[in-house]
């Protein structure tokens, strides 16, 4: 019961028209698109195991399976999930709430493809 109203309130919400949450969203799904394929195309044509972590004190952290490295976008597709819903859903209550749960999702976004970028630097 609760989710169809949440799931209403979503689809017919005036957020849909902001500029501002809708260059946040396309920008956070360009970034996610691209994180799917830089660490796919780069990564999966790597052997049985790749790095996973660096730590610049002690040097390589964790090893592991290439599709391991897939979380990262997978978590990325969650925030944004997460936090453009929320943000639809307060608009109308809240519209200075709903624009910094927008840009947390892009900045997020853009910190996750650093550190994907990294772990492509070190597998390199």
């Known amino acids: 019961m ?3 109203q949440l799931r209403d309130s979503i689809l017919t919400s005036p957020a849909k028209r902001d500029k501002i949450i809708l260059a946040n969203l396309l920008l956070s799904l360009a970034v996610n698109i691209f994180l799917w394929l830089a660490l796919i195309l780069v990564l999966g044509t790597r052997g049985q195991y790749i790095i996973l972590g660096y730590n610049m004190y002690f040097g390589i952290s964790a090893f592991g399976p290439w599709y391991n490295i897939l979380l990262i976008p997978i978590l990325s597709l969650l925030v944004i999930a997460l936090n453009f819903s929320l943000s639809f859903y307060l608009y109308l209550k809240e519209i200075i709430l709903s624009y910094f749960l927008a840009s947390t999702a892009l900045i997020l976004n ?4 650093v550190s994907a970028l990294v772990i492509i630097y070190v597998n390199i």
């Not at 853009?110 to 493809?113: A, F, K, P, Q, R």
């Open 110 to 113: 853009l910190l996750l493809l």
């Open 2 to 4: 609760i989710f169809y």
